[in-house]
């Protein structure tokens, strides 16, 4: 069982940037894959970006590539995500989520079996 929680949201002027941060905590030996997702108001809780448990492997959603980066700590279960280039259609409450690192990247918000309280992030035109 691990516990997730993430923190670095708030409100931003277009163009801005943020760096939200998440850690997860369980058994010491255990190693996570990690990932975050968001959720506008009234829509589906989207893949964002996801990072292996040794931090190698990366991937993005199209809507964020080039803008958007996903890394690791210093300890192993902690991932930021640094967010350039904001937009309007940024504004949702991101969620990180984190899985068994044995499982590699998760894509989708059904990969993950552990998730945080979620952080709020509103982007002003």
């Known amino acids: 069982q691990a516990q997730v929680k993430e923190s670095g949201g708030g409100l931003v002027q277009a163009g801005g940037s943020l760096r939200l941060s998440c850690t997860a905590s369980g058994p010491t030996s255990e190693s996570y894959a990690m990932g975050w997702l968001r959720q506008g108001p009234g829509k589906a809780r989207d893949f964002v970006a996801a990072i292996t448990w040794d931090g190698i492997h990366t991937r993005y959603a199209d809507s964020v590539k080039g803008r958007f980066a996903i890394f690791r700590g210093n300890d192993k279960n902690t991932v930021y995500l640094k967010m350039n280039g904001l937009k309007p259609d940024d504004t949702a409450v991101y969620y990180c989520?984190?899985?068994?690192?044995?499982?590699?990247?998760?894509?989708?918000?059904?990969?993950?079996?552990?998730w945080g309280q979620g952080t709020p992030v509103t982007v002003s035109s």
């Open positions: 989520a984190a899985r068994s690192g044995f499982l590699g990247l998760g894509l989708s918000a059904r990969d993950y079996v552990y």
